[in-house]
């Protein structure tokens, strides 16, 4: 084989050969340019650099790679993927298939590359880089093509030119915090709960937060707002109105943040999360903000207890509420409760489900696999919410729940099903 054949494929189709795999399946990621101009200069680095260093290049090259694709899909700063990496071990990764598969496709993609790099090396020295580099040309434009998605600011980063938005603000919910009522106030954030681009999907949510007669006892109202980033950057826009990082607030307080503000007029301030206390290390700036009880799911989980979720385990979400409830009918003053949840974290792998929609068989609402299960387990968050509050011996309370971010789904059919860049957001207000 010619040497310059073998530097185009060593340089630019196996680095690239599973994401065009996948792409055929409907599995896409953000467009790639930057690792694909890492891989063409790590191969043309072969022309002068020693055998081992260009191995390094290409292992950079790589881990740069999978790094970026994190930080598009999932709505992270570089600095905030490489710091989740540390939390990696909380993740029961191989327990979804499609990552089983990633990880296959690139230890054999990659495994081959690098034993083109140390056979093949002296016979790439010789060859020109030139025609690499022409077809690197093409490849790029095509990639972008491929991979951007029907509206591109689902892959943004922090800090783009959007319009700053949050639920708490359009929901009227604001309003409560600079004059609270004396009521007890409840934030639910709802992982990946986006808003759909269907009214009739979106229906099915819209009528799960309005059973069990909530009608009777809330005024139920609904809305939209933008998002860039992920969970944390929601966490952030709702209760600080910034768009800083989290990680700003690791080793200082934020006492403008609204937790804050709810102590000052005599509010008990509490956070909960099913999952670790350790990922994204909630339990050093949560009270930064102003939670002065964060609860996680090292305290919550009871032994014995039904666990939910499928590479994020931990305490079900729909009990959560349930508990939330019970407290705050217990409690003595005003609390300012926070719900995080975190069971529809993609990938989802579903399992039985709950059963408001006929996920296994393909539901004709929702035939979108991953995504059925998902909104299977919204509806039973919403219903039981509803049904929790809608109790007449549940004490009278401020509810918002809105969503962090839409779901980072690998399938571009999913992805589509969602309106791009905006989350959905519901207000319960008690009558009378």
């Known amino acids: 084989m010619r040497p310059a054949i073998l530097l185009v494929i060593v340089g630019l189709i196996l680095p690239n050969v599973a994401f065009a795999a996948l792409s055929l ?8 340019t930057l690792p694909i ?34 930080t598009q899909l999932f709505g992270l700063t570089l600095t905030e993927a490489m710091f989740a990496l540390r939390f990696i071990n909380e993740l029961d990764i191989l327990s979804s298939k499609l990552y089983v598969v990633l990880i296959v496709l690139l230890v054999a993609v990659f495994g081959g590359t690098f034993y083109l790099l140390v056979r093949q090396a002296p016979r790439m020295r010789r060859a020109r880089a030139l025609p690499m580099l022409l077809l690197g040309v093409v490849a790029l ?6 991979n951007t998605p029907r509206d591109s600011v689902m892959w943004v980063k922090v800090g783009t030119e959007r319009p700053f938005e949050s639920a708490m603000e359009k929901s009227g919910y604001l309003q ?65 109105a910034t768009r800083d ?35 994204f290390e909630r339990d050093k700036w949560w009270p930064h903000i102003g939670f002065t009880e964060p609860h996680f799911g090292e305290d919550l989980m009871q032994p014995g207890e039904k666990r939910c979720g499928d590479v994020f385990v931990g305490v079900c979400d729909p009990k959560l509420v349930v508990d939330i409830a019970a407290r705050l ?50 509806i039973e968050l919403l219903r039981t919410i509803a049904a929790a509050y809608a ?17 980072p789904l690998w399938y571009r059919k999913a992805r589509d099903l969602f309106t791009p860049g905006e989350v959905t957001w519901f207000r319960l207000s008690p009558k009378g």
């Open 391 to 407: 109790d007449p011996g549940a004490p009278a309370t401020e509810i918002l729940i809105v969503g962090d971010h839409a779901p």
């Open 329 to 378: 009918k217990a409690a003595t003053q005003p609390q300012f409760t926070y719900l995080l949840t975190f069971n529809t974290h993609v990938p989802m792998i579903g399992g039985e489900g709950y059963g408001h929609l006929d996920c296994r068989q393909r539901d004709p609402r929702l035939p979108e696999r991953e995504v059925c299960f998902m909104t299977d387990a919204w």
């Open 176 to 240: 409560l915090v600079k004059q609270p009522n004396g009521r007890h106030m409840l934030v639910v954030i709802v992982e990946a709960m986006g808003h759909f681009a269907d009214p009739a999907m979106q229906g099915l949510l819209d009528e799960a937060i309005r059973s069990a007669d909530i009608g009777k006892r809330y005024a139920v109202t609904s809305g939209t707002n933008s998002f860039i980033g992920g969970t944390t950057s929601a966490e952030m826009r709702e209760f600080c």
């Open 25 to 32: 399946f409907g599995i896409s990621v953000p467009p790639r």
């Open 37 to 70: 101009i890492l891989y063409l200069l790590a191969a043309t680095s072969i022309r002068f650099l020693p055998g081992p260093l260009v191995v390094l290049a290409f292992v950079g090259a790589l881990v740069f790679d999978i790094m970026f694709c994190a």
């Open 141 to 146: 434009p095509a990639d972008i093509w491929l």
């Open 245 to 279: 990082s989290y990680m700003d607030y690791l080793g200082a307080g934020r006492p403008d943040c609204l937790p804050f503000a709810m102590t000052e007029k005599g509010y008990l301030t509490s956070g909960y999360h099913g999952f670790s206390r350790d990922m």
